[in-house]
């Protein structure tokens, strides 16, 4: 049977090890958000693009299979 240190010892280690990952984590999705922010402008721009596209006659659009 666990003493009351082993056990104390056993829970500070893992909650240690779980406030350690999830710190990890939390930077990794500023990162993901960070880098998603910075596809926002370019997908913007090619959205204006391609409607503008859209209105010449020569240009044919593919047709998206459902």
Known sequence: MD???ELYDETKT???LNIAKAQ???RE???K?????QLMQPIMEDQ???KQ???LSDVV???ESK
């Open 3 to 5: 003493t009351p240190q």
């Open 14 to 16: 893992r909650l240690d």
């Open 24 to 26: 990890m984590l939390e």
């Open 29 to 31: 999705i500023q990162e």
């Open 33 to 37: 958000v960070a880098e998603k922010n």
């Open 48 to 50: 204006g693009a391609l």
């Open 53 to 55: 596209l859209e209105k």
């Open 61 to 63: 659009q593919p047709v």
